[in-house]
């Protein structure tokens, strides 16, 4: 069964550093998200993407990231000057109807 | 802004039990999804609901989208071990709109 996959599952990095995080959405999928979980917190919305651009994005994703699909099948999001508070469970999702499929996530830690 | 809550926060059951649990908000959704995260991984999709009324079953698993297009339910009959995790509503509200907002969460723990 076709699934999203994301690497790395960890990944630590100092703060200021830059980061990708790296997503290959489901093959036939046309709609590709970024969603970000703090420990124990809900699943937040950071950005959508279809036809080649953003469609939407929240107040959290601000200058320091952004989203690139630089090819067929990756999706990718980058984190220019990490900051303490990126540290977090980021999600990749997509869909081609209305149901999403989610990534099993990367895990960024920012010391 | 908007605000799924879901309801209850948490709640231990016994395995065999029943269980519900509810997300409500002031705004009106044209979508609900029903996902199910374990710890550390990934939500997994367990139902989509696409208009109100809508009564959709997933093995053990029955959700509902509400009359009022504000609420959505989620109903595990007969709880196994298994069960465990959390489970968060997550709704898109027009087809204007892209994003996906999720819920609070239920955490649901099933004692044997």
């Known amino acids: 069964e076709p699934e999203v996959t994301q690497t790395p599952s960890h990944q630590v990095t100092q703060m200021g550093q830059e980061v990708i995080l790296r997503c290959v959405p489901i093959s036939n999928h046309l709609y590709f998200y970024w969603y970000r979980q703090i420990l124990g917190q809900k699943v937040e919305f950071l950005v959508s993407?279809?036809?080649?651009?953003?469609?939407?994005k929240s107040e959290i994703f601000d200058d320091q990231f952004s989203v690139e699909r630089p090819d067929g099948s990756n999706f990718t999001l980058k984190i220019r000057s990490t900051k303490l508070e990126d540290s977090a469970m980021y999600f990749c999702?997509?869909?081609?109807?209305?149901?999403?499929?989610f990534g099993p996530g990367t895990r960024l830690t920012v010391t | 802004g908007q605000q799924l809550n879901q309801s209850p926060q948490s709640m231990f059951i016994q395995e065999g039990e029943d269980v519900s649990m509810n997300c409500t908000s002031s705004?009106?959704?044209?979508?609900w999804l029903w996902y199910k995260q374990d710890p550390g991984e990934g939500p997994v999709l367990l139902i989509a609901?696409?208009?109100?009324?809508e009564l959709t079953s997933n093995g053990r698993l029955t959700a509902q989208f509400g009359i009022t297009r504000k609420d959505s339910f989620l109903n595990i009959s007969a709880s196994i071990p298994s069960d465990v995790g959390i489970y968060f509503c997550?709704?898109?509200?027009?087809?204007?709109?892209?994003?996906?907002?999720f819920g609070t969460g239920t955490r649901l723990k099933v004692l044997a």
């Open positions: 993407f279809y036809n080649n651009e953003i469609s939407e």
């Open positions: 705004s009106i959704f044209n979508t």
């Open positions: 609901l696409y208009k109100a009324g």
């Open positions: 997550a709704g898109q509200r027009n087809s204007g709109t892209y994003k996906y907002i």
């Open positions: 999702a997509s869909r081609v109807t209305y149901e999403q499929y």
